[in-house]
């Protein structure tokens, strides 16, 4: 009798298997069966909004259905990523990761989400270098004599950001140390005011987006000393890295990827890691980076968990270091 009953209970467990596995595996080989929502943390027409247009485009195009990008910016990218990190996990919500959530983790110690464990990275996209720029009233042609200058005048240069805790104050904070030189930092609201300023030679100097600072580059309204990255650009190779004109070991750069909420179904993740590849090693794509600088970097979904995480230890130590808060 009891192994009768045994048999029973492993047939009615393996009935129940057999019911329950199929449709979530066929759920993940239909996907998408509908559009997708594109969570961006970010107001319209920045950087990261741009990519994920972009991107937007393409993938719709590789998945058969519409991918809708949906802007909920403040907070400095908080907002979005609270709701994102709190939808469905079923893979019609994405979110564009980037490189101030990583630094968010420091400078905001109470969010409501845990950027690893309430998300499954998917995939790096792109890495955008900054372009330090300064007023023509500022002396220095080269950075190595704008440290020179730094030095000799402790406290007398200002530089601007988008606003405390962003890339450019962090990159910013990390020339200030790499450099050893004592830099004011002027916060604004948004790239636009903040370059503004510098143009205008109410603030001495900026680390900028390239798109953003090109064009006044071009105009003489500034003048670029050093691009951020560990190569130079493409578009511009005349302009020396921060690094080889003089401050060693200086190289920083924002990042966009995509993530979604955690408890997203294996398949569906390796079907967008697998989309993503595709479209970043795209010519059209790549094209459509160099115009702001970027450099296409497409990586897998473990390789992308772990350079989160790297990233998150690499801008807290940075934070901390320097003192920078979020307010």
């Not at 997708?36 to 027409?45: A, C, D, H, L, Q």
Request: charged content about 15%.
């Amino acid at each position: 009798m009891k192994r009768a009953a045994l048999r029973c209970l492993v047939r009615l467990m393996a009935s129940l298997g057999l019911a329950l596995c199929p449709p979530v595996q066929a759920q993940a080989a239909a996907y998408p069966a509908h559009p997708i929502k594109f969570i961006v943390s970010y107001p319209p027409g920045g950087p990261a909004d741009i990519l994920a247009r972009t991107l937007a485009q393409k993938l719709a195009e590789g998945l058969g259905q519409p991918v809708v990008v949906d802007n909920r910016g403040g907070a400095n990218g908080n907002i979005g990523a609270e709701i994102a990190a709190k939808a469905p996990a079923d893979g019609y919500t994405l979110f564009m990761m980037t490189s101030s959530h990583a630094a968010n983790v420091t400078l905001y110690p109470k969010l409501p989400f845990d950027l690893m464990r309430d998300f499954v990275h998917i995939s790096n996209v792109a890495s955008y270098p900054l372009l330090l720029v300064v007023n023509p009233k500022v002396p220095a042609t080269t950075v190595a004599e704008l440290v020179a200058d730094a030095k000799a005048h402790p406290g007398a240069l200002t530089f601007a950001s988008a606003g405390s805790g962003g890339g450019a104050h962090l990159a910013g904070e990390l020339f200030k140390t790499m450099a050893g030189v004592h830099l004011v930092h002027v916060p604004y609201k948004g790239t636009g005011p903040a370059l503004l300023d510098v143009v205008g030679g109410q603030v001495d100097l900026m680390f900028a987006g390239v798109s953003a600072a090109m064009p006044h580059v071009k105009t003489a309204r500034l003048r670029a000393l050093g691009v951020s990255s560990l190569i130079r650009l493409k578009a511009e190779p005349e302009i020396p890295t921060i690094l080889e004109a003089g401050v060693k070991g200086y190289e920083i750069a924002s990042w966009l990827g995509v993530s979604a909420p955690a408890g997203t179904p294996p398949q569906i993740v390796a079907r967008l890691d697998a989309e993503i590849g595709k479209i970043v090693h795209m010519p059209d794509f790549a094209e459509r980076l160099a115009v702001d600088g970027a450099e296409p970097q497409a990586t897998s979904s473990e390789a992308f968990t772990r350079y989160v995480e790297a990233e998150v230890r690499k801008w807290g130590k940075l934070i901390r270091d320097s003192g920078t808060t979020g307010e």
